[in-house]
Structure formats: C-alpha cells, structure tokens
C-alpha cells in the first residue's frame, strides 16, 4: 500500500489544558494529594506539575492528551471516540 503524505497535516493541533481542567481531571483521577501520583503515571518530576499548577507554565500536549486519555478510560470511554 503507497500512501502518499504531502496533503496530510503536519501537526494536530490539540485544545490548550486549562489549570481548571487539570486539576478536574486529575483530582478525579488521582484524589486530593494529586500531584505527585499524576507525575508519577506520566514519567515526570512532581516538580514539572507544580510548575502546571502555579500558571507559570502550560501543559505540554503530549501529556495533556495522556491526562484526558487516561480520564477517558476511568470513565469508560474510548479516548479515540472523544472529540
């Protein structure tokens, strides 16, 4: 099979997490002590969410679609069929 990708997209532009989406998700995820388990999960410093949570810095896309994925599965849902 010969795909040819020249029209295809680049890059897939995901919608920015929010603080309050983060913490929505991950309290339900992870309880009220979130923080350090979220970092664990995700391979990454406790210290690397802290920043998250204090609005200096934005969540990255890569884990901000793991954190809805892994959201997605606790609920049931497939995270491919989430829009």
Known sequence: MN???ADQPTQINFPVMTLEELETLAKDLYGPSWTSKLARVLGI??????YWKSRKGTVPNPAAVAIRALAALKAGASPASES
């Open 45 to 50: 410093t406790p210290g690397a969410v802290g």
């Open 3 to 5: 795909i040819d990708y």
